[in-house]
């Protein structure tokens, strides 16, 4: 066996201890749907419960400076998510510096909330941001822009937002409700 094959073993192994057995059910999930091997017509449930659990993990082992106590909560057709954010803290994670003004203006943890509408069907899906909440107030138009391409985009460069993507793996669509979210495996 390979050094890199060790050391990659033993990497899956220590975040698979420290993770919680929601994260695992869902990398489970995960893995069967990216292994092309369903049938057509097989669905895969994610409960709002695994899902919530997932991303408050996924987030603590990426080290994601300047975001904590993340919660997802399913809805018909939606996702809100939210979490306490540090945007200065976020954005020094990726390496740039914004200047003094930004710096006032970013700097400190607040609450932030964002609802997204989940559409898909024949293989595509699309993603639109609705709401967006900071420490109490809506932000939309130029300024919901605004962050999405100073936050969003740099942290996931590859995210379609108000956009239809093609969905891979077979996946024909998924769908969104409360408490659960399935996943239809199509031809």
Excluded: C, N
């Excluded at 899956?12 to 057995?21: E, G, R, T």
């Amino acid at each position: 066996m390979s050094a890199l094959r060790v050391l990659t073993a033993l990497s899956v192994a220590a975040i698979l201890q420290s993770a919680s057995p929601e994260f695992i059910s869902v990398e489970r999930k995960f893995e069967a749907i990216e292994s092309d091997r369903l049938k057509p017509g097989t669905r895969v449930s994610f409960t709002q419960h695994e899902l919530d659990r997932w991303a408050a993990d996924a987030v603590r082992e990426v080290g994601l400076d300047g975001v904590r106590d993340t919660h997802l909560e399913l809805l018909d057709g939606r996702v809100t998510g939210s979490a306490r954010i540090d945007f200065l803290k976020l954005k020094q994670g990726h390496g740039q510096s914004p200047g003094w003004l930004l710096k006032k203006m970013l700097s400190g943890e607040r609450p932030v909330t964002v609802t997204a509408r989940l559409q898909s069907s024949r293989g595509q899906a699309r993603v639109d941001v609705e709401r967006v909440d900071v420490s109490g107030f809506e932000i939309d138009g130029s300024a919901l822009d605004f962050l999405i391409q100073q936050y969003l985009i740099p942290s996931y460069p590859k995210a379609k937002i108000s956009e239809w993507f093609p969905l891979k793996h077979h996946m024909e669509r998924i769908d969104v409700h409360p408490s659960k979210a399935l996943v239809t495996i199509g031809r």
